[in-house]
């Protein structure tokens, strides 16, 4: 409903006797007046300079609040440092002096030109925003119920075929029967009419001993010949085999046999919408788009190494070349797209680089077990960064900062632990949980591989605990992931390489079951990625979240994709 008082489209009344027209206004105290009431108003406060004017020329002076140490003064000044409005006796008494003073018409324009701004703000960015968020969350669930209806399709479709089997199934059951009884009782029936028979000469025998029971005649009686002693061995008893049917075992096998659901989570992400600007901040350039994984991850292309034993690692210098390693000296660098070799490197020792990884400057590094170094390679030339004693490096990966994770293991192979480099400054050591218990397994064939998520977690995928061990930055561990069942061949869960992408997913290769397992950045399995794969070992990926996986017995390097 429209105030009375400011509706151009009702007739405007007094504030005062709320009867008469207004005719006149008071500039200084903001209220419409009739012409009787203007003197009521005048000596209702005598402290006040009141400037009255006709309605029409009224003005829009600002009502200056009331001193609340002041009765009926108004207070024209704001101090700054007390932030409360002051009035000219305030002033005066001195308990301001010193403070800076501003007028209250200029902290007003300010605060008008602050709401202003918030206002805009909200009409152009934030509103927006939040319309765009109600577009994407109605999107996800219409894709939710489009999926869901597919789903129940599918496993409907997949229920009649499977009825179709089992009742072909049923039939097949039923026909064997049929032939088993019919099989039996021909061999009952062929044994019914032998004894049929043997029945028909009993009764013959017998009627040719009435007949010699009842003759006189000697010679008759004399050259009766009996054959009791014949129909005493009786005949063998046939026993037929009675047909079984053993139902088979349904309860728990049934849901494995028709198939089972992959798990859901719903996963919320704080930073998971941005509003939207007009101008683009480094900070919002640097946030990652959301990007949904692929129900079916697609292999893009396929590279052939070369090298004669294993391939076990795989690092992406860029989006169009790759670093490969294997069982040997040789480090070889590969063109994605054309998969062809574009140069080979062979390590300062000769000794096997037991992991690669590029910086983010694109420089080559690798670690050198035997030789106890982790290096680099600039212009050709490769540089030893940290050198050892007493522990060997088993893995490496480059920092967001541009330093190095190094993971490694104690001369006698009983500790693991990571170390945090700045080119050659140890900054960090992370090897024990809050209990003082050793964080990553030991032992000489404990095969570990490290890599740092976008949110600056440290991600060992740790093949002797059969686990990826996941810690924060400051080395506090966050969770352990053990695998996810049912896998796709029932195999124990052997994590080996492992990478992040900007969705802070981390992903593992299994290579006892042929798959890589992808989990959020807290731990959940979101899916596995298969794709035909064999024996994965070491992984990377590229700026668009391309998965490579370097496939240790054919030494294949497999080119992924698995986001939209």
């Known amino acids: 409903m429209m105030d009375p008082r400011t509706s151009a489209q009702d007739v405007m009344r007094c504030d005062l006797c709320e009867t008469a027209l207004v005719q006149m206004y008071c500039d200084t105290c903001l209220i419409n007046l009739c012409k009787a009431c203007v003197g009521e108003h005048m000596i209702s406060d005598v402290s006040r300079k009141h400037e009255l004017v006709t309605f029409q020329f009224r003005k829009s002076n600002p009502l200056y609040p009331g001193c609340t140490s002041h009765d009926k003064e108004r207070c024209e000044m704001y101090c700054n440092q007390c932030h409360i409005p002051v009035c000219s006796t305030c002033l005066a008494s001195n308990q301001h002096l010193g403070h800076k003073l501003l007028k209250t018409m200029q902290v007003l324009e300010e605060k008008k030109e602050k709401i202003a ?10 509103n927006p925003t939040y319309q765009d968020i109600v577009s994407d969350v109605q999107n996800r669930m219409s894709q939710l119920e489009k999926k869901c209806g597919d789903l129940s399709t599918a ?49 013959d025998e017998i009627n040719s001993m009435d007949v010699a029971l009842d003759s006189n005649d000697t010679s008759t009686v004399f050259s009766f010949m009996s054959n009791v002693d014949e129909y005493k061995n009786l005949p063998q008893k046939i026993l037929p085999s009675l047909p079984k049917f053993t139902p088979g075992r349904i309860q728990g096998k049934l849901c494995k046999l028709f198939g089972t659901l992959s798990p ?33 991850p697609q292999t893009v292309t396929t590279i052939h190494t070369g090298y004669e034993y294993c391939l076990d690692n795989v690092a992406c210098l860029s989006d169009e070349e790759i670093w490969t390693s294997g069982e040997d000296s040789t480090m070889k660098l590969f063109s994605i797209n054309q998969g062809s070799l574009l140069k080979s490197m062979r390590t300062k020792s000769g000794n096997t680089p037991t992991d690669i990884a590029v910086t983010n400057s694109g420089d080559l590094v690798y670690a050198d077990y035997r030789d106890r170094t982790v290096n680099i390679v600039k212009n050709e030339e490769i540089q030893t960064v940290i050198r050892l004693k007493k522990w060997n490096p088993r893995c490496v990966c480059s920092t967001s900062s541009d330093g190095l994770l190094v993971i490694m293991d104690s001369d006698d192979c009983k500790q693991s632990k990571v170390v945090r480099y700045s080119g050659s400054t140890k900054k960090q050591t992370i090897q024990f949980n809050d209990q003082s218990k050793p964080l990553y397994s030991s032992g000489r064939f404990s095969i ?41 061949k029932n195999q124990l869960f052997c994590p080996r390489g492992i990478t992040t992408d900007s969705q802070s997913h981390i992903l593992t290769a299994d290579g006892n079951n042929d798959c890589v397992h992808i989990i959020d950045q807290d731990g959940q399995f979101l899916r596995y990625i298969v794709c035909g794969l064999s024996e994965p070992w070491g992984l990377c990926k590229d700026t668009t979240n391309n998965l490579f996986v370097a496939q240790c017995i054919n030494k294949q390097v497999k080119k992924i994709k698995y986001q939209q």
């Open 264 to 296: 859901i989570s719903v996963r919320s992400e704080e930073h998971g919408y941005s509003v939207k600007t007009t101008q683009k901040s480094p900070e919002a350039a640097s946030s990652p788009v959301i990007k949904q994984l692929l129900d079916e």
């Open 448 to 488: 570990k591989y490290i890599s740092e998520n976008r949110n600056l977690d440290i991600c060992v995928a740790d093949w002797g605990a059969k686990a990826v061990v996941v810690v924060n930055q400051a080395g506090r561990l966050r969770f352990r992931y053990t695998g996810h069942t049912p896998v796709p």
């Open 155 to 203: 496993i409907t479709k997949h229920g009649e075929d499977c009825h179709r089997e089992i009742d072909k199934l049923v039939q097949k059951l039923k026909a064997e029967v049929e032939e088993m009884k019919t099989t039996q009782l021909h061999t009952l029936q062929k044994h019914l009419d032998e004894v049929n028979k043997k029945i028909s000469e009993i009764n």
């Open 117 to 126: 701004k918030e206002k805009n703000e909200l009409n152009e960015t934030i």
